[in-house]
């Protein structure tokens, strides 16, 4: 009774946070981009903790000699993982002021590179192919901010850039409860939302959740080839509350790798 009291208190909050947020996708991600603070973004926790679930699956699954791409690579975290693993790691946006970030904090990194690319457009796989052929893809955390039908155009694009070689990695949250327990389990409350999650509440698309469910039908069987799944924990920045030291989050999470047919 306590938490469900808690989270109607809550719900005011979201809803008017959420007001703020724009309607267009690309200007949500954008803005997101341009007025981050650093050190803030939400689900950019340590890739060396949260890696270490997908060291195996790159291993058993996805050519070393191919290029990767990391799609939806916001400002580069993962694609600076990546590129300690290939030959070149290629990270694309949708957000301009994303892919200048990533350039940025991947300065020193040779074989990393950032390109402006919405993967959601018409002829967005065929570009991706021309600019570095076959390659591996990463997507870490895309799918289960876009509704089914953008799911099924991402998935058809990413089909044209693997070719017959390369593999696709993909990782998702997937936390099987309300919008609001979601937030909840970040930890907010009616009196207290962290710095991080209120800056994607106020700024973001609501996010749902992907699992075996939903990438069976964003990956059709005609199309795709599932190698391999299991279930992961996806990590986020430390989020505090008054007076505690920030701690990161653990959500559950889903990752897959597969192959086009």
Request: hydrophobic letters at 40%.
């Amino acid at each position: 009774m306590r938490r469900h009291a808690g989270r109607i208190r809550l719900l005011p909050v979201v809803l008017r946070l959420a007001s703020h947020a724009p309607r267009n996708r690309a200007d949500a991600w954008e803005q997101y981009w341009r007025t981050v603070p650093a050190g803030e973004v939400l689900w950019d926790g340590s890739p060396k903790a949260e890696g270490a679930q997908y060291e195996e699956l790159v291993r058993r699954h996805l050519d070393p000699g191919l290029p990767v791409l990391d799609v939806g690579c916001g400002n580069g975290t993962w694609t600076r993982w990546l590129a300690e693993r290939f030959p070149e790691a290629v990270g694309i946006d949708q957000s301009a002021s994303a892919v200048e970030q990533a350039a940025r904090e991947a300065s020193g990194v040779p074989n990393a590179a950032f390109g402006v690319l919405d993967a959601l457009d018409d002829g967005a796989g065929g570009a991706l192919r021309e600019r570095v052929g076959e390659a591996n893809v990463f997507v870490r955390g895309v799918f289960h901010v876009l509704r089914p039908g953008a799911r099924r155009t991402l998935a058809a694009n990413l089909r044209e850039a693997v070719g017959s070689r390369g593999r696709v990695l993909l990782t998702e949250t997937n936390f099987r409860g309300s919008g609001l327990a979601y937030l909840e389990h970040l930890g907010a409350t009616a009196r207290h939302i962290p710095g991080p999650l209120r800056k994607a509440i106020e700024t973001l698309p609501q996010p749902g959740h992907f699992g075996p469910r939903e990438l069976r039908r964003a990956f059709p069987a005609s199309d795709w080839t599932l190698l391999e799944e299991t279930e992961v924990v996806i990590g986020t920045v430390p989020l505090a509350e008054p007076g505690v030291p920030g701690v990161p989050a653990e959500i559950p999470g889903y990752c897959a790798v597969l192959a086009a047919r």
